[in-house]
């Protein structure tokens, strides 16, 4: 069936550096991208979206870019900090059809990142 | 309360027995989903309500599953004669028109 998929299930970063995470996907009629952050014992935390018909979006310290030629979607965080190690995962979502922004999310499996001071 | 709140946090139960799991969306939420999230693995979708009315159940893994919004805010999801595949957080998530999800903590079952 559809899934959204992560390349990496890992990723380790000096306090300060650029992150880069990435997913792939394979519902071309996903209208809604989402990033989330996980942190031990609580719910997703929503980061920060992107709508199908948009290729970049930016928000505090944090950019996602949405490639639907190749069916990519990746989150950049500026200068990297301790407090955004957690697990992050992409999501997806038709529009739904009771009038929110989101129906229900298909995510994918999570990168664990880990920042280093 | 400012968010999704969800109780219990913890719960052990033996196999075979029944269990109730509660939400208590953000106030005026009209939306209200229901994600199982086992170890390692991202949140799965099994159901999802608009007011009082269950809209899609596809997510639900079996007739042991059932889950209720009677008066179109608490929900209940409730699992009955519990197996040991059904341990895994148990995430609720509300939404208000036009926005995105809150989610709560979730509640983490464990049947042993």
């Known amino acids: 069936g559809e899934s959204v998929g992560l390349h990496l299930p890992t990723l380790s970063v000096q306090e300060g550096d650029n992150s880069i995470i990435n997913c792939a996907y394979s519902n071309s009629a996903s209208d809604y991208f989402i990033w989330y952050k996980q942190e031990s014992g609580k719910g997703p935390q929503f980061i920060i979206d992107i709508r199908s018909n948009m290729d970049k979006r930016q928000g505090q310290r944090v950019t996602v870019l949405l490639n639907k030629t190749v069916k990519h979607l990746s989150l950049q965080i500026a200068a990297t900090q301790p407090g955004d190690s957690a697990v992050y995962f992409c999501?997806?979502?038709?529009?739904?059809?009771?009038?929110?922004?989101?129906?229900?999310?298909?995510f994918g499996q999570g990168t664990i990142l880990t920042v280093h001071p | 309360g400012a968010g999704v709140s969800q109780s219990p946090r913890y719960k052990v139960a033996k196999r075979g027995q029944d269990v109730a799991l509660r939400c208590d969306p953000i106030s005026g939420h009209v939306s209200l989903f229901w994600y199982q999230q086992a170890l390692g693995q991202g949140p799965e979708f099994l159901t999802y309500f608009q007011n009082e009315a269950q809209l899609d159940k596809s997510g639900l893994p079996s007739d042991r599953f059932f889950a209720e919004r009677p008066e179109g805010s608490v929900s209940t999801l409730k699992i009955q004669r519990t197996q040991q595949e059904d341990s895994a957080v148990y995430l609720c998530?509300?939404?208000?028109?036009?926005?995105?999800?809150?989610f709560g903590s979730g509640t983490r079952l464990t049947v042993v």
């Open positions: 999501a997806e979502s038709g529009a739904n059809a009771g009038g929110t922004s989101y129906g229900k999310l298909t």
């Open positions: 998530a509300s939404s208000a028109q036009r926005s995105g999800y809150t």
